[in-house]
């Protein structure tokens, strides 16, 4: 019985040890994260300057030839923004074809009787 105690005892502090080594392991490791964090804040913040640059330069080129687009729509105000103006071409280009949702020859659909069968409507 004393044995089985003792043994008891020390799985016990041996299960304590290894908990606060753990735990020390990882308060170690929050720090090292914690530190590396603004580094790598940094770099996503050089990247995120580095896409933005290219759009601005993209909505240049792009406002240069502005004034070359045809004009799409029959009423447009002086003050449309160009992000308008592209939304504006890219929509028109999508519509639809006249024979999209309009077919030549109405579809005939077989009426079918009821069906009162009641095994049929205990498996739904």
């Excluded at 290219?54 to 909505?59: F, I, K, N, P, R």
């Excluded at 992000?83 to 579809?107: K, V, W, Y």
Aim: charged letters at 20%; proline letters at 8%.
């Amino acid at each position: 019985m004393y044995l089985r105690r003792f043994m008891l005892e020390e799985v016990l502090t041996l299960a304590l040890v290894l908990s606060i080594a753990t735990h020390a392991m990882l308060v170690k490791k929050c720090q090292v994260l914690e530190a590396s964090i603004p580094e790598q804040t940094a770099g996503v913040h050089h990247t995120m300057t580095e896409v933005r640059d290219l759009l601005d330069e993209a909505l240049d080129m792009i406002q240069q030839l502005a004034p070359t687009i045809p004009d799409i729509s029959p009423v447009q105000g002086a003050s449309e923004s160009l992000p308008n103006l592209i939304l504006n071409t890219l929509l028109s280009r999508m519509n639809m074809g006249e024979a999209d949702g309009n077919p030549t020859q109405p579809q005939e659909w077989e009426i079918l009787p009821p069906n009162d069968d009641p095994t049929t409507q205990s498996e739904t």
